[in-house]
């Protein structure tokens, strides 16, 4: 089932949420605050995204935490370090920037159409 929240802002303070918390909406634009460090598994997947806006504070991706979306290029920000299995799996990517700093992929991470 889906939902209609579409567009979501988390105020500054905020530093965690639970795993799928945004699982299954129809979202194509977040914010987070800063301080956060970690996106939970799920949170993001299933939704409308179609770019994502990173902040410099995350420093791990949970596994699924994208995945099932409509994400076509990913920059990923630097200090990011770890991210889990299929974060970004099922969408339509034809590019990805991953940092240096990254030191630990998922396998099944990415499906990349060429």
Do not use: C, W
Not at 20 to 39: A, C, D, E, R
Not at 90 to 112: A, K, R, S, W, Y
């Amino acid at each position: 089932m889906s939902n209609s929240l579409s567009s979501i802002d988390i105020p500054d303070g905020i530093t965690n949420f639970g795993t799928g918390v945004f699982q299954g909406n129809n979202i194509s634009s977040f914010t987070l605050p800063t301080g956060m460090t970690q996106i939970p598994d799920r949170t993001f997947s299933a939704n409308s995204l179609t770019s994502i806006n990173m902040p410099s504070d995350i420093t791990h991706v949970g596994q699924s935490a994208f995945a099932g979306n409509n994400i076509t290029s990913l920059a990923l920000n630097d200090g990011l370090v770890d991210m889990g299995i299929g974060a970004f799996a099922n969408n339509q990517l034809m590019t990805v920037d991953i940092p240096e700093t990254v030191t630990n992929i998922g396998f099944l991470h990415f499906q990349i159409i060429i």
